[in-house]
């Protein structure tokens, strides 16, 4: 690497968007220098040549020259932004194809699909529009992707479900879907050993405490009893002392009861599997505030 090219990394690393397919660092370094020495006119030609040719293209592969635009447009705007203009691409192709069925297993469409919902608000809502649509549903990448938003939202169940509807499709390739499948399942292990051994070690008796000060002494010919501790049981296990007026202490309440809120009680139908819905329309990727229809203000109340 060359020393000029360290500098910009350095520079740059913070705000270097990750793909999932990973970067290309020669890609990566050419995209740097350009924005570093203001080559902005070459970038600006590329991108018209690509808009020409998806205009012109008469070929019997349209969602080629989308690829490679997208391809293109990632590794040269590599911190993204609206300079890359990337979400509004992504949302083109996809409506741009969206009734074309040759194309709804094709593995380039489906990642594409699966980067737009990556840079939507709702992703899950996006993967049901393909799982209805029928997008996707041979393709291992699609249950991974889609698997992995229900893990980060923390619904492990679900996430292990759209895996055996994976399964179920016979998706491709087989051999990644199972080794994704049992990455998650280790991880649910993990994290529940891991719960144990903390409910475990809350059970455990603790060893007494060692009473830092001794009885008081009374002054007098008459005889005074005070205890150490003047709280809780203490003050009402001792006759003559003091007394508490006060509300009853929680943690002495025998008939008290916790209740624990359990999801599987809730659900008498049992775990649904992921089921396809009806979309006129995939979801929009962002909010469109300069689109809005006018309103009436005058009522507004602030």
């Not at 040269?76 to 932004?81: D, L, R, V």
């Not at 529009?129 to 041979?138: C, E, F, H, S």
């Not at 492990?156 to 879907?177: H, I």
């Not at 007026?245 to 929680?250: M, Q, W």
Request: with cysteine; glycine share 6%; charged share 30%.
């Amino acid at each position: 690497m060359a020393e000029g090219g360290d500098a910009e990394w350095e520079l740059s690393k913070e705000n270097i968007q990750p793909l999932r397919r990973g970067r290309a660092i020669s890609a990566l370094h050419q995209a740097l220098s350009q924005q570093q020495d203001g080559l902005s006119t070459a970038i600006n030609q590329q991108r018209q040549a690509f808009e020409s040719e998806l205009r012109m293209y008469d070929g019997d592969d349209p969602l080629d020259v989308w690829d490679r635009y997208i391809k293109w447009t990632e590794q040269t705007f590599p911190q993204g932004g609206k300079e890359s203009n990337l979400t509004t691409l992504l949302e083109q192709v996809v409506t741009r194809f969206a009734e074309e069925k040759k194309y709804h297993n094709d593995p380039r469409y489906v990642d594409l699909c699966i980067k737009f919902a990556e840079n939507c608000p709702e992703p899950l809502d996006i993967y049901r529009y393909m799982q209805a649509q029928g997008v996707g549903l041979t393709q291992a990448s699609f249950y991974i992707a889609w698997s992995e938003e229900y893990e980060n939202q923390g619904n492990c169940r679900k996430a292990d479900l759209v895996y055996q509807e994976g399964f179920k499709k016979c998706a491709e390739p087989y051999d990644k879907l199972l080794q994704f499948h049992k990455a998650l399942q280790a991880r649910v292990s993990r994290q529940v050993m891991m719960n144990v051994e903390e409910d475990d070690s809350d059970d455990e008796p603790k060893q007494p405490e060692r009473i830092s000060l001794a009885d008081l002494k009374h002054r007098g010919k008459k005889k005074a009893v005070a205890p150490v501790m003047r709280t809780g049981p203490a003050i009402r296990s001792i006759s003559g002392g003091l007394k508490s007026h006060g509300a009853p202490v929680l943690g002495n309440a025998t008939n008290s009861r916790i209740v624990v809120f359990d999801e599987n009680k809730t659900q008498s139908a049992g775990p649904s599997e992921p089921r396809f819905e009806s979309w006129v329309a995939p979801p929009t990727a962002r909010a469109k505030e300069n689109e809005q229809r006018p309103e009436k203000w005058c009522d507004v109340k602030v």
